[in-house]
């Protein structure tokens, strides 16, 4: 063979395998970033859990964050079925502020807010204050907070929320804990060891769902 011929040869040989290996690190780095991507999006991933406290002497109603990025609420949907009810939070269902007792804390305005890793904002807040040798106004806290609890349990919270990336994603759970006769009870709330990773209660098959929805 000419030696021309073979060094052109071998110089077309040459610059395939290098194109090959371009193309192969090109790919490889795409999908090392991407992974990478995913990683980080993963590791500051809010997980939303509502946080239901429902005691004989008052309830509770808190939004928490059980995971380690910010979570940032973009819509809350308080539904009540029997009624055909869509309200923007639990004090639209319930108007507090026209009971005859003090509500303990009570939050509107939702929309925008950002909840920190590991913190929690007190949706409802209602307990006894325990007044002594005042039976009217026991008797007026025990009716207003038995009809709270009764039309909290028939209700369903649904979050529509974001991370620190614009990721949307849904959370929603019934609220049929709350029910008055659950009040007090030695597992209420359900106990850490009897939940999944979403705070779903294994025990009682209460779900709380957590899923992606698409972007607007």
Known sequence: MDMNIF????????AIGALFVAGWSFLTSRKMASIQRTHN???FRPIPYLRQGNFKSGF?????????????????????A??????????????????PVFWDRYAQKLKGRTVPPQKAITLLSLFNEGRENDPEYDAQFNAVSKAARTRLSKTLFRLEYSDIYGNPFTYHVAL??????????VDQGALEADRD????????????????RDKA
């Open 41 to 43: 999006h993963q590791s």
């Open 82 to 99: 029997a009624e055909n009810l869509n309200v923007p939070d639990f004090v639209s269902l319930l108007e507090p502020e026209k009971d």
């Open 60 to 80: 509770s109603l808190e939004l928490a964050n059980e995971g380690v990025g910010p979570l940032i609420i973009d819509r809350v949907m308080v539904r009540l």
């Open 197 to 212: 990773e979403l705070g779903s209660d294994i025990r009682t098959k209460t779900a709380s769902v957590v899923q992606p």
């Open 176 to 185: 049929d804990w709350m029910a008055p006769e659950n009040a007090g009870l």
């Open 7 to 14: 060094a052109d040869v071998v110089q077309v040989v040459t």
